[in-house]
């Protein structure tokens, strides 16, 4: 039986869900392409009519998880607070794939880390544009900055076993943050990170 364009695209959509979901749930490595079709609810033989490989699936995972935006009217605060989260910090299935994956990046092929090129810099141009100011370097340069802080405080509170520890670390991020936001709304912004 013929399957439409339409159930093709459907089909590769479930696929790359829950590539994505896999992939941050548990690394690119220990995932296969047998996890991800039957995750997705298809079979192995299936994979080859969306993808070349595994290295083209990861790269279009990558690619597809990066490219969901805040859901609109969505506060900037209010996001910054849910990601700097324990229930963030404990899904990184269902959380940033920035934070899940970057670190196994090194060792993937050009393909996949041109997709977290790409996908990262539209994420920075999105922060930067819900920033304040009217200065575009400086909202990147800030963008930057505080994306860099968020997911690495992501990182390494979910890398410790001590959870006062971990919660520190998200908590603390929240607070220099807002410090950061507050020096910046007062236009003092170049005290506040020590420049």
Request: glycine content about 10%; hydrophobic content about 45%; some cysteine.
């Amino acid at each position: 039986m013929k399957v439409s364009r339409e159930q093709m695209a459907q089909n590769r959509q479930l696929i790359l869900d829950e590539a994505s979901r896999l992939f941050r749930e548990r690394g690119f490595d220990t995932v296969t392409v047998a996890d991800v079709m039957k995750a997705a609810g298809q079979t192995h033989g299936g994979f080859y009519g969306h993808f070349k490989s595994k290295d083209d699936l990861i790269a279009a995972a990558i690619a597809h998880s990066l490219s969901v935006e805040a859901p609109a009217g969505t506060d900037l605060q209010g996001w910054m607070d849910a990601y700097l989260s324990p229930l963030h910090r404990d899904h990184p299935a269902q959380g940033c794939p920035v934070a899940s994956l970057a670190g196994l990046l090194r060792q993937q092929g050009p393909q996949a880390r041109a997709a977290m090129s790409c996908g990262l810099e539209d994420q920075i141009e999105r922060f930067a544009r819900a920033l304040p100011g009217d200065d575009a370097a400086e909202r990147r340069r800030a963008a930057i900055g505080q994306w860099s802080a968020m997911v690495g405080a992501v990182i390494l509170s979910r890398a410790v076993d001590d959870t006062a520890l971990a919660d520190e670390l998200l908590r603390q991020t929240r607070a220099w943050l807002g410090a950061v936001g507050s020096a910046a709304d007062e236009g003092d912004h170049q005290k506040a990170i020590g420049a």
